[in-house]
């Protein structure tokens, strides 16, 4: 045979393999795929009955679904409800029982304040009452006063008297009342009060009350009413300085007064008015070596006469301070020196003492030595000598002494 034959011989054994393959590979396939469309085809039914299933369950599902969302919602709200009540408890129980707090000092205000309203209510009602007293007590005094010149005098010496009083001088000491001394003339004058001064000079007070025609001016009901009894008010109160400058109080025996006398006018009101009306008053009763004071110049100028008495007793205690410090330094020094003294004394006793004490313990020979070997003989004792005086060495005590 030829190659050529062979070849094709080859060639064609060739294809007759590939095609048997072939034909054996697309039965394998074929079968394949009848396996692949036939498990398709049960996948399909499954999923067409899981559909029916599902479309049948779906209603039960949900129903279950929703139950357990409720049932869940309804645990944690009763569990989020007990926490939130436990908490907002512990957050209001604090301010309940500031609340409560509150309420009770509430309640005890007002309590309190209706105690103090009735109490202010009584206060007032007294207030009242006490006005009404008052007034009607001021008016019986202003009828007193108008017409009787005894009881305005009575009425001013007792406002002088509480001034002096309340100016802390001391009835006896630093001011008398109803002094009595002699004129010039013989005669004996009794100014109302006298104020002593540190320096043995006094000052003299003398009350004068002018209220009759100072009370018709209040009264009175038109100017010029007003004004002719203001006008008879300042004659009046010169009518005092007048009658008061001729007294000459400053002239008494007894008293080392000073160049002028205070005439004392009790009523602030009255004071005020005359001087108002006429301004030169003041400078004519200076005039006559008279001053005038009220009420609220007075016992200013009484305060600093106390005042002045109060630095002068400090300085009569300085100086007694002073003599009973030097005596007690005296005293001192005379303790120290007796102190000296005495160390001195102490100083030779302990001496004396230590050669007393060296005779007794010291040295052989000693009186404790002695009365040691006494004991070492045999001396019948019943004591010890005290520690530090033991002697330091002794001799052995022999049987034959």
């Known amino acids: 045979m030829s190659s050529l034959a062979a070849a094709a011989l080859a060639l064609g054994a060739a294809l007759a393999g590939a095609l048997v393959g072939y034909l054996f590979a697309g039965i394998r396939a074929a079968a394949a795929l009848v396996k692949t469309q036939s498990e398709l085809a049960g996948a399909q039914a499954a999923l067409a009955t899981e559909r029916e299933n599902a479309a049948v369950q779906a209603p039960m599902l949900e129903t279950r679904f929703k139950q357990l969302a409720q049932d869940i919602l309804e645990d944690k709200s009763r569990r989020f409800t007990d926490q939130n009540r ?79 009083e309340q100016s802390g001088l001391t009835r006896g000491r630093e001011y008398e009342t109803q002094f009595t001394a002699r004129a010039e003339d013989g005669g004996r004058r009794r100014p109302d009060a006298v104020v002593h001064l540190p320096d043995h000079r006094d000052i003299v007070i003398d009350a004068k009350v002018s209220l009759a025609a100072f009370v018709r001016a209040t009264e009175a009901g038109t100017d010029e009413a007003h004004a002719a009894a203001l006008a008879e008010h300042v004659a009046s109160v010169r009518t005092h300085v007048q009658s008061l400058s001729a007294k000459e109080y400053q002239n008494l025996d007894g008293l080392q007064t000073l160049d002028f006398v205070l005439m004392f006018v009790p009523s602030e009101a009255a004071y005020i008015e005359a001087v108002r009306t006429e301004p030169r008053l003041f400078e004519e009763a200076l005039a006559r070596n008279i001053g005038l004071v009220c009420p609220s110049t007075l016992l200013p100028t009484l305060r600093t006469v106390e005042n002045l008495w109060r630095f002068e007793r400090q300085s009569r205690n300085a ?65 010890q000598l005290p520690k530090g005086t033991e002697p330091e060495s002794l001799p052995a005590a022999t049987d034959d002494g």
Do not use: C, H
């Open 86 to 164: 436990e908490n907002l408890e512990q957050i209001l129980k604090p301010l309940r029982e500031r609340i409560s707090g509150f309420e009770q000092q509430v309640r005890d205000t007002y309590d309190k304040e209706t105690r103090d309203r009735v109490a202010l209510f009584q206060q007032i009602r007294s207030l009242q009452d006490l006005n009404q007293k008052v007034a009607e007590d001021a008016r019986d005094l202003t009828t007193a006063l108008k017409g009787q010149s005894k009881t305005q005098g009575n009425w001013g010496e007792m406002i002088l008297e509480r001034i002096l």
């Open 319 to 383: 100086a007694d301070i002073a003599d009973k410090a030097g005596r007690l330094y005296n005293k001192f020094v005379g303790l120290v020196d007796d102190l000296d003294k005495l160390g001195r004394a102490l100083d030779t006793t302990g001496k004396a003492y230590q050669a007393a004490r060296n005779k007794l313990s010291e040295g052989r020979g000693s009186l404790v030595d002695r009365a040691e070997e006494l004991k070492q003989l045999g001396a019948k004792t019943s004591k």
